[in-house]
C-alpha cells in the first residue's frame, strides 16, 4: 500500500457516507484522520474543507477525501488552498485521469450523486493510480502553483 494515513471530511449531506468510507478504508489498512464534521448537524462545508487542507498542507497526509451532496462546493472550498489540488469525480474514467494527469491530491464526492459502491470503486481507484512524469504534465501542475503563487503573468505572458 502506497500511502497508509489518509484524511477524509464532510459536511452533513456526507456525514453517513464519510463514516461508511472511514470503515471501508481502515478495514483495507489505511490509518483514517478525520477532518469532520462531527455529527450529521447541518453545517458550514468551507469550515471541515480547511481542517483537512491543513493537514495536507502540513505534510501529515499526502491525499484526502472529501464528500458533500455534490462534491462542488468542497472542491470549491478545497482549491482555493496552496498545493491543493482537488478534483470533483463521479465516474472511473475522470476520477483514473485526475490522477495520471493532474497529480490530484483531494477526490471529492457527491452523496447526492453516486452510490456508495461507486465511491468505494473511486476510492480505490484513486488511491492505486499514480501520476505520469512526463514533462508536460509537470508542467502544467507547475503553472497552476504559479497561478496559485501570483508568478504567472511574469512567467507565461
Ligand atoms: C448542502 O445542502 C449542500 O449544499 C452541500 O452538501 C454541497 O452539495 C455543496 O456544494
Redesign the pocket.
Known sequence: MKNKKLVIG?????FEYKAKLIDYLTAKGYEMIDAGTYSAD?CD?PVPVHALCKIIQSGECAEGIL??????????AANKHRGIRAAVCSDKYSTEMTRLHNDANVLCM???VIDFDLVCELTDIFLTTDALTEERHVRRQQMISDLEDGTFEEKYE
Not at 464532510?10 to 456526507?14: F, I, Q, V
Not at 458533500?68 to 468542497?74: D, K, R
Open positions: 464532510s459536511d452533513h449531506a456526507g447541518s462545508y464528500i458533500c451532496g455534490t462534491g462542488i462546493g468542497v472542491s470549491m457527491g452523496a447526492r
